[in-house]
Nanobody
């Protein structure tokens, strides 16, 4: 079955860095657009970054210049390097895989930015 498993979340001080990882299984990884979303309680889920099979990348305006998404098709992994973290980056970060008509989500990993 399809699994997306996130890791790398945690508690970090403002200005710090974290690297999130998402391991995919059960899909033809190279055919999927891979993305990171985040959701805070009471707020709408929002796209953070996504990367196409061909390497085209989109970022939310709020993370441009601070976050970097990358993928390793051989390892079926997608990463999110997060630098200069701010308290407003606090959320559950979810991995997403989509290729029409299929879409899958991971369970999420908590990122908390606080002093």
């Amino acid at each position: 079955q399809v699994q997306l498993v996130e890791s790398g979340g945690g508690l970090v001080q403002p200005g710090g860095s974290l690297r999130l990882s998402c391991a995919a299984s059960g899909i033809i990884f190279s055919a999927y657009i891979m993305g990171w979303y985040r959701q805070d309680p009471g707020k709408q889920r929002e796209l953070v970054a996504r990367i196409t099979p061909g390497g085209n990348i989109n970022y939310a305006d709020s993370v441009k210049g601070r976050f970097t998404i990358s993928r390793d098709n051989a390892k079926k992994m997608v990463y999110l390097q997060m630098n200069s973290l701010k308290p407003e980056d606090t959320a559950v970060y979810l991995c997403n895989a989509v290729t029409i008509p299929y879409e899958y989500w991971g369970q999420g990993t908590q990122v908390t930015v606080s002093s």
